[in-house]
């Protein structure tokens, strides 16, 4: 009695074995990103100008002392400042992905395209003009100058013959950024002792946020998150193209909406909080896809990992540089990204995803 033996598996077990790979590459590389992020969330608590040991760290969480000034230190200075390092992180780096996914403009970046840029200008505004103080009052205005940034660079970008390239909305958005960049800067020149507070805030930083600032962006950026998630799937779709998105049944209009109330919720919010962070959308999207592939739900989910990571570590790392005196994270990302923008602008494949 003879049995006879496939020399070759089944295709679908050849097929199963590369998805598989890819999965197996996917979970791992957010296993990473997420030890990655505990250790930069335990350092940016205990390393500083004046370091803490972890012992005192836990015990200024579960039997806290008013008397010690380490316990302080931790619950009203250094954990405000990581909560709002994981959710202006987090939310500059998913607000990147959605933007580089609707556009498929892979130099597309909320500091490139000036949505930042116009968020901190209404904040000025909002500051100068108006005379309001608290982030209560100018976070609507921070989140209306991203819609109505986003607005102009993409009129200004669509304008030409070719439509709305990558190159053309970078450029519009760098001359817009500048735009409002020189007339915020007159508005504070009016009046100096207002703009005192917001010297570090213009240039990106969480020093001297308490947790009210985080209690006021946390539903804002979650709600940003929340729908960042759920626009995933069709995002998919659009990345295709719009004739076979169309034919794949993806509402176009409906998901663009959804990526411009997404972006406003997250960049408006973060840098009401955190001022004008840039870079971080650029970077952090385009590193995932070396793990993640083009799926946009896994893009999502890991940049808001590695990018809550990188601010983070710009924070922390802005500590240590010139200590005893900081460096904002702003300049520590600017830093790191200027050089990773010229590589993409160089590259012959930025013109799509």
């Not at 209404?122 to 103080?133: D, E, P, S, T």
């Not at 976070?139 to 991203?146: E, R, T």
């Not at 001297?208 to 962006?217: F, K, P, T, W, Y």
């Not at 570590?313 to 702003?330: K, N, Y």
Request: proline residues 5%; aromatic residues 6%; glycine residues 12%.
């Amino acid at each position: 009695m003879s049995i006879d033996v496939p020399l070759n598996p089944p295709a679908t077990t050849r097929c199963d074995l590369p998805a598989r790979s890819r999965d197996r590459k996917k979970i791992l590389a957010l296993l990473a990103g997420g030890a990655l992020l505990v250790v930069a969330m335990v350092a940016s608590l205990l390393v500083g100008v004046r370091p803490v040991a972890p012992d005192v760290a836990l015990q200024a969480f579960f039997d806290f002392d008013a008397t010690t000034v380490e316990h302080v230190i931790i619950r009203d200075y250094r954990l405000p400042r990581m909560l709002l390092g994981l959710l202006a992180g987090s939310a500059f780096g998913v607000s990147g992905a959605l933007i580089q996914a609707a556009t498929r403009n892979p130099l597309a970046d909320p500091g490139l395209l000036g949505v930042n840029a116009g968020a901190a200008f209404f904040v000025v505004v909002a500051v100068g003009v108006l005379g309001l103080r608290t982030i209560d009052a100018y976070l609507g205005f921070a989140m209306l100058g991203a819609v109505a940034a986003t607005a102009v660079v993409y009129a200004v970008g669509a304008s030409g013959r070719d439509g709305a390239t990558p190159m053309r909305l970078v450029l519009a958005g760098v001359a817009l950024s500048a735009v409002l960049s020189g007339i915020g800067s007159s508005i504070t020149l009016l009046d100096p002792q207002a703009f005192e507070q917001m010297r570090h805030w213009s240039i990106g930083s969480f020093a001297g946020r308490d947790m009210h600032v985080v209690a006021v962006v946390a539903p804002v950026i979650g709600a940003g998150h929340l729908l960042a998630l759920a626009l995933a799937r069709p995002l998919n779709a659009v990345a295709l193209g719009d004739e076979l998105a169309r034919a794949l049944g993806a509402g176009l209009g409906r998901t663009r909406i959804g990526v411009a109330i997404a972006v406003t919720l997250l960049a408006g919010g973060a840098t009401a909080a955190a001022g004008p962070i840039g870079f971080v959308g650029l970077m952090v999207p385009h590193a995932v896809r070396w793990f993640s592939g083009p799926d946009q739900r896994w893009i999502v989910l890991l940049t808001v990992v590695f990018s809550a990571s990188l601010v983070l570590a710009a924070d922390v790392a802005g500590r240590l540089v010139i200590a005893p005196d900081e460096l904002e994270a702003g300049i520590l990302t600017a830093l790191i990204g200027a050089p990773v923008l010229i590589l993409l602008a160089r590259r012959r494949k930025a013109t799509g995803l």
